[in-house]
């Protein structure tokens, strides 16, 4: 089993900002993405954020242009800005890895693993 390790979920007021950040083991090797899932009580996990090993990156429409995802600074790290904050972004954020292995003779397998969660919590 993999874990990964969150942190900067915390308080903060509507219009402020907060920095989540996230680090996969450095014995993961293959990576092919990593994204920031978050759920709000009584509603379903959705995608936030995703950036690929190549760069690219996806934002939800709810969070697009008040939020950025990028490479840390260490390999298989990731952050995620967070600005212009809402209460509706209110939820428990989850950092997610995808792992892409490929094996000599051309077999690929996928893995996915996930955070334990951090809470953020927006006040009006």
């Known amino acids: 089993q993999v874990d990964l390790v969150e942190s900067g979920g915390d308080l903060a007021q509507a219009g402020g900002s907060l920095r989540l950040s996230c680090a996969a083991p450095?014995?993961?090797?293959?990576?092919?993405?990593m994204s920031w899932y978050r759920q709000a009580p009584g509603k379903q996990r959705e995608l936030v954020a995703v950036?690929?090993?190549?760069?690219?990156?996806e934002y939800s429409d709810s969070v697009k242009g008040r939020f950025t995802i990028s490479s840390g600074n260490a390999r298989n790290t990731v952050t995620l800005e967070m600005n212009s904050l809402k209460p509706e972004d209110t939820a428990v954020y989850y950092c997610?890895?995808?792992?892409?292995?490929?094996?000599?003779?051309?077999?690929?397998?996928?893995?996915?693993?996930w955070g334990p969660g951090t809470q953020v919590t927006v006040s009006s």
């Open positions: 997610h890895c995808h792992e892409t292995r490929r094996l000599l003779g051309g077999r690929q397998y996928e893995f996915d693993y």
């Open positions: 450095g014995t993961i090797l293959t990576i092919t993405a």
């Open positions: 950036i690929t090993s190549d760069g690219i990156t």
